[in-house]
């Protein structure tokens, strides 16, 4: 299996937002993320970085005036 697990960069802190990511879209402002069931997540972030050999995506919140 491809997927990989994606977290919300918190500080030093890394927060896992979902697990089984295999499709990453933008949408708006953000990004919408599936899991390889069809779940569906929107969130207002940007890719920070993606190490796919790890299977982690590490996401960042975009600021407020990007809204």
């Given amino acids: 299996m491809c997927e990989s697990n994606a977290y919300l960069k918190d500080g030093d802190n890394e927060v896992m937002l979902m ?6 879209e933008p949408y708006e402002n953000g990004l919408k993320l599936m899991d390889s069931f069809g ?5 207002k972030a940007k ?11 590490i996401l960042e919140k975009l600021p407020l005036d990007n809204l």
């Fill in 47 to 57: 890719i920070k970085n993606m190490t796919l050999l790890n299977h982690r995506i």
């Fill in 19 to 24: 697990e089984s990511v295999d499709t990453i």
């Fill in 39 to 43: 779940k569906q997540m929107f969130i």
